[in-house]
């Protein structure tokens, strides 16, 4: 089994930062990808950023700049640190951990970008 707990989130103005951090324990293999989706109310879940074990990187074009994955592969710990943040990027974000045999997600962290 594998387990996922994330953090960060809240309410920040527009123009502020926040980092959101998920930590994946249990049966983790070396090659695995880990990545940031998010919801917003009445649209389709969507990916933000994903990073593999590896280190290859892919981030949405409305991101890109603005928002850094990264990962600590001894903690088995993905973070997004989100920059510059617009009203739009209001949403549920979740963590997506994904190997051999398994596509897990979070339970979802909410970020509101509003004045």
């Known amino acids: 089994q594998v387990q996922l707990v994330e953090s960060g989130g809240g309410l920040v103005q527009p123009g502020g930062s926040l980092r959101l951090s998920c930590a994946a324990s249990g049966n983790i293999f070396r090659f695995n990808t880990m990545g940031w989706y998010r919801q917003a109310p009445g649209k389709q879940r969507e990916l933000v950023a994903t990073?593999?074990?590896?280190?290859?990187?892919n981030y949405v074009d409305s991101v890109k700049g603005r928002f850094t994955i990264s990962r600590d592969n001894t903690k088995n710990t993905v973070y997004l640190e989100m920059n510059s943040l617009k009203p739009e990027d209001t949403a549920a974000y979740y963590c997506?951990?994904?190997?051999?045999?398994?596509?897990?997600w979070g339970q979802g962290t909410q970020v509101t970008v509003s004045s």
């Open positions: 997506r951990f994904l190997q051999s045999g398994y596509d897990l």
């Open positions: 990073i593999t074990t590896g280190g290859s990187i």
